[in-house]
């Protein structure tokens, strides 16, 4: 009986050697564009990649572009890492254009799904609209000579097309999956993960101080999701939240200033105008639009103080629109960092319907004639009980009332009288025909 035991505990032991022994592979992905946010969530996932001895981490990569800091860092990373990493375009449709063409070949490994395109990683000065050949613009021609050298850099230390990288940038050339395997662009591409893991097994890279074969046929795959605090970051590099948390700051602070105590508004508008600033240190900021968007709500402020008859209203709602059109200054063709005009025409739209019709609403409120108290009585007609030369009493709304004469002309007994004013309890009120 024993030696069955034993054999089964061998058995055992082996199984659960081998089950240990199955590298795993860390998949991070990155849809949109590439800011502080994606940086430090790539950055988080490689540590933790070398700290849990993973085998190797796949970076599911979908991208028009973002901020070349970010991607320096990211590159920076790819460079240093312990583990191996593979860059992969994927799915279908996806693009690593511009920041993403760098991360791309930064990687180890590089491969694209069918139906990916890499490239257009031409620097565009923000604001600028010249032709990228122009080369009397000094600074643009300085950012592409930068972002050339970079690409170099990173595709001959990766034994990648040194020449396709600097066209990229100097040319904005862009091309398909196969077009990037034909010119050494990238190495592989794949259907899927796992087809990726299959075509990569046994092949060799070079991480710092070492050399490691890749064993990934059979790995197991797991997840490494963004945190809630980089989600939360990456959500606020978005331009049209930037908008938004802006445009509800100026409100929070405005209700506040006019309902002062109220404090949930002013805490509400505090905070959002917080974050709305963070997330506009990552946007190409237009200060004209912003001083636009500033002097359309104080035009606004000035319709609740002036009679204008509407016109401060709309000059308030043609500043707060174009000044929202021009806000974030994005570069020609690089849409993901501009604000989505349905979000600014809405924005407008509710903007101008509050303060044309709540805020309108109140002020006729305010100004209508009151209807109760010593106020109220202005206006109202009555009758003469005692003759007033000028004093004497009248009867309103059935009430008794001290009266005097507005005019000092004398009002005989029994004769009709208008109330035009209240002084100290006293009305003082002319003759009515009614």
Known sequence: MRGPFLVAIAILMLCTAGAQAQPRVMRITVSGSINPASAKYIRDALREAADEDVHAVILRLNTPGGLLQSTREIVADFLSAEVPVIVYVAPGGAQAASAGAFITIAGHIAAMAPGTNIGAAHPVTLGDGENIADSTNIPLAKATNDAAAFARSIAERRGRNVQWAERAVRGSVSVTEREALRDSVID??????????????????????????????????????????????????????AYILLMLGIYGLFFELYNPGAIFPGVVGGICLILAFYSMNTLPVNYAGLALIIFGIIL???????????????????????????????????????????????????????????????????????????????????????????????????????????????????????????????????????
């Open 188 to 241: 592989v591409v794949a259907e899927s993960t796992a087809d990726l893991l299959r075509q990569i097994d046994g092949r060799r890279v070079a991480v710092p101080g070492d050399t490691v074969t890749l064993r990934t046929v059979d790995a197991q795959v797991f997840d490494r999701e963004m945190t809630f605090q980089q989600e939360i970051l990456d959500i606020l590099s978005d331009p049209n939240i």
């Open 300 to 434: 606004f402020v000035l319709e609740i103080k002036v009679v204008s008859h509407g016109l401060l209203s709309i000059g308030g709602i043609v500043s707060l629109f174009f000044g929202s059109l021009m806000l974030i200054e994005s570069p020609p063709g690089v849409e993901f960092m501009e604000v989505s005009l349905s979000v600014i025409i809405t924005v407008t739209a509710c903007t101008a319907a509050f303060f044309l019709f709540v805020v309108g609403k109140g002020i006729a409120i305010m100004r209508k004639q009151p209807t109760t108290g010593l106020e109220g009585l202005v206006g109202e007609t009555g009758v003469v009980r005692d003759t007033l030369d000028p004093s004497g009493s009248v009867a309103v709304h059935g009430e008794i009332w001290k009266a005097r004469s507005a005019s000092g002309a004398p009002i005989p007994e029994k004769r009709s009288i208008r109330v035009t004013g209240v002084k100290q309890l006293t009305l003082l009120v002319e003759e009515s025909d009614e």
